[in-house]
C-alpha cells in the first residue's frame, strides 16, 4: 500500500491548488482525479478549466468581439462588410484555451513533484484511499491526511432531463456548434446569463425564465436593477416570477410550459439550457463507510477549518457548500495546506469577489445596501456612472454605475459594486480595500491613474462623503 502525508480527491481548483502548496510545504502528495475529456484522455483542472470558468470566458470573450464588431467598430470608424462568424472554429480556440491550461495544472502538479493518479477515488477506513485507475488497474493508498475536493455537477428540476442535444446543461451549452434560432434557458443565474449572452451575441434570440421576483437577489439591488435593463436593450428576454411545469423535447423543438402570474404560457424553442444550480460530487466516494456527514443539500460538512466529522478527513471547494467558486475553492486549498502544516490559516469569507461575465460585467464584493439594511447597519452609499469618466468615453464603454458602501460612522467599506466595463478588474481594489479595513476616505485620498476606469472607485469613494468631483 501506498503511502502519503496528504491525498487530494479532486484535481479542480481547490484540490490542485491544495496538492502544490501542500507539496510546497514538504509533505509528499497524491492527487487523484477521475475527469475524462472528450476524446476520452484523462485530465486535470476540474469544472473550472474544462467546462466552467475558462471555456465561458474564452467564447464571451470572442463573442464581445463580435458584438464589438457588429455593434461599434462604426462608431470608430471602422467600416466593416462581410464578416462571418465561423462558431466551430471559435469553438476550436475555445478547447485550444482550455488544452493549454490543462496541461499547465498537469506541468505544475509534476514540478512541484505531486504524484498524480486518474482514475475514481473511494475511501476505506483507516485513511485508505482504493483508485479505481482508467487503465483497468487498481491502486490502494493510506494518507494521514486526505482532502476531498470532488467539486459539483450541474443540477435539473424534476422531470426535466439532459440529453444535450435539445435539453442542455451548462457543460452542452459550450459545445453548441452553431447558435439556435431560438434559444430557451431556464434559469437567470449566472450561468443563464453567461450563456445567454454568448447565444445572443451569436444570433440567437434568448428567452430566459427565471422562477424569483427578483432579478439577481444576491447583487445590490441598485446593479441589478440597471443590469437587468442593459440586458434587456441588448435582447435578452428575461421573465420573472416563471413556475415551469412542463417541459417536452423532439429533435430541434422543446415546448416549455410555464406559469406567469397565474397564467400557463407556452414557449416554444430550439434548444433549452437548464441552469439551476449546481450540487455536490459525492456520490462513489464511500463517504457513509468513513462517517463523513452531509447537510440537507448534500454538501459535505466542514468547520472553520475544513474539518468534515471524520477526524483526518478534509473538504473544500464547491463539494464543501458556500459560493461555488474557483477562487474560493482555491483560498480554501492552500488555507488547509498551512493548516495542516501548522502554520496560521484564514480564508476572509467576507471579501470574496463575485463577477458575472456579461457586457458589462457585473462585481462585488462585501456587502450590498439591502443587506445592510436588513441587519440594522447604519451605512452611507457613494455611487459613481461610468458615463462621467474619461476612459469610458474613450472606450466607447459609458453603460453602469460603481457603489460603495460604508459604515455611517466609522467610514470603513462594507462592500463595493461595479456594474461596467473591466469590472472583474475592477473589483480588485474594493477587495483589497476590505481585506485591509479601509474607509472610504482612504480610497478618496490615494491617487488614481488619469484617464482611467479606476477613477470611478475613487470619485464613488468621495461621493459617500458627498464630495465627487465629476458627478
Ligand atoms: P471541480 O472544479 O468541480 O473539480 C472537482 C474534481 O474532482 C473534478 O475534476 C472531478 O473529476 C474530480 N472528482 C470528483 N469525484 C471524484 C472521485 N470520486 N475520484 C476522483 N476524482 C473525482 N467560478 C468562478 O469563480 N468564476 C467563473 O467564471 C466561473 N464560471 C463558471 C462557468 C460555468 C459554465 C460553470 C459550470 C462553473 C463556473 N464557475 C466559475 C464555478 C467553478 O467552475 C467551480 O466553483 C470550481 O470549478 C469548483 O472547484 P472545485 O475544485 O471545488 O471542483
Ligand atoms: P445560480 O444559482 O447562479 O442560478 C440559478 C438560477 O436558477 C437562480 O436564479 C434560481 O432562482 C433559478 N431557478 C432555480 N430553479 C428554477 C426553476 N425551476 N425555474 C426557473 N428558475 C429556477 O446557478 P447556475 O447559474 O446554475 O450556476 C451555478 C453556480 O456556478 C453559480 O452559483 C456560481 O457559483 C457558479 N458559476 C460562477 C460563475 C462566475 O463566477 N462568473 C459563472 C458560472 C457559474
Redesign the pocket.
Known amino acids: 500500500m501506498q503511502q502519503f502525508d496528504v491525498i487530494v480527491?479532486?484535481?479542480?481548483?481547490?484540490?490542485y491548488v491544495c496538492a502544490i502548496r501542500c507539496a510546497q510545504l514538504g509533505f509528499q502528495v497524491a492527487c487523484?482525479?477521475?475527469?475524462v475529456n472528450a476524446k476520452g484522455k484523462p485530465t486535470l483542472?476540474?469544472?473550472?478549466l474544462n467546462?466552467?470558468?475558462i471555456p465561458?470566458?474564452a467564447l464571451l470573450d470572442s463573442t464581445h468581439h463580435v458584438h464589438f464588431l457588429r455593434e461599434q467598430a462604426a462608431q470608430h470608424g471602422l467600416k466593416i462588410s462581410g464578416l462571418e462568424v465561423d462558431i466551430p472554429t471559435m469553438q476550436k480556440r475555445k478547447d485550444k484555451v482550455v488544452q493549454i491550461l490543462t496541461r499547465g495544472v498537469a506541468s505544475l502538479l509534476k514540478k512541484n513533484k505531486v504524484e498524480v493518479f486518474a482514475?475514481?477515488?473511494?475511501l476505506g477506513g483507516e485513511q485508505r484511499v482504493h483508485v479505481d485507475q482508467h487503465d483497468g488497474s487498481t491502486v490502494e493508498m493510506q494518507g494521514r491526511h486526505i482532502v476531498i475536493?470532488?467539486?459539483?455537477q450541474?443540477t435539473s428540476i424534476p422531470d426535466v432531463g439532459i440529453d444535450n442535444e435539445n435539453i442542455l446543461d451548462?457543460t452542452g451549452a459550450?459545445g453548441l456548434q452553431e447558435a439556435p434560432e431560438r434559444l430557451g434557458i431556464i434559469g437567470a443565474g449566472?450561468?443563464g446569463l453567461?450563456m445567454g449572452s454568448v447565444w445572443q451575441r451569436l444570433g440567437s434570440e434568448v428567452i430566459i425564465l427565471e422562477a424569483l421576483p427578483d432579478f439577481l437577489p444576491a447583487a445590490d439591488q441598485t446593479v441589478s436593477k440597471e443590469a437587468m435593463k442593459l440586458l434587456a436593450k441588448q435582447g435578452l428576454d428575461i421573465r420573472m416570477n416563471c413556475r415551469v411545469q412542463e417541459v417536452q423535447a423532439s429533435t430541434g423543438k422543446v415546448s416549455v410550459t410555464y406559469h406567469l402570474n397565474g397564467a400557463e404560457q407556452r414557449l416554444e424553442v430550439n434548444k433549452l439550457i437548464v441552469a439551476v444550480g449546481?450540487m455536490a460530487?459525492t456520490e462513489?466516494?464511500g463517504l457513509d463507510g468513513v462517517h463523513v456527514a452531509t447537510d440537507q443539500k448534500g454538501f459535505i460538512k466542514v468547520d472553520a477549518h475544513w474539518r468534515t466529522s471524520s477526524e483526518g478527513i478534509y473538504a473544500?471547494?464547491?463539494?464543501a457548500g458556500g459560493a461555488?467558486?474557483?477562487?474560493?475553492?482555491s483560498e480554501e486549498g492552500m488555507a488547509l495546506a498551512e493548516h495542516l502544516a501548522d502554520q496560521y490559516a484564514h480564508v476572509n469569507y467576507d471579501a470574496i469577489p463575485w463577477?458575472i461575465?456579461t457586457w458589462p460585467e457585473i462585481a462585488w464584493v462585501g456587502q450590498t445596501e439591502q443587506q445592510c439594511k436588513a441587519s440594522g447597519i447604519s451605512y452611507r452609499t457613494g455611487e459613481f456612472p461610468f458615463r462621467a469618466l474619461g476612459r469610458a468615453h474613450a472606450m466607447d464603454d459609458t453603460a453602469g454605475l460603481f457603489k460603495i458602501v460604508c459604515d455611517k460612522e466609522s467610514d470603513r467599506i462594507l462592500g463595493a459594486h461595479i456594474l461596467g466595463p473591466s469590472a472583474s478588474e475592477l473589483i480588485c481594489e474594493a477587495v483589497v480595500a476590505i481585506e485591509s479595513e479601509l474607509c472610504a476616505e482612504d480610497l478618496a485620498r490615494m491617487v488614481h491613474a488619469h484617464p482611467s476606469l479606476a477613477e470611478g472607485m475613487h470619485e464613488a469613494a468621495l461621493a459617500a462623503d458627498q464630495r465627487a468631483i465629476h458627478f
Open positions: 480527491i479532486g484535481a479542480g481548483p481547490a484540490g487523484i482525479d477521475k475527469w483542472g476540474g469544472t473550472c467546462v466552467g470558468c465561458s470566458k482514475g475514481s477515488a473511494r475536493a470532488s467539486g459539483s450541474p451548462s459550450l449566472v450561468i453567461e449546481r460530487n462513489g466516494l473544500i471547494g464547491d463539494v461555488m467558486l474557483a477562487h474560493k475553492g463577477v461575465y
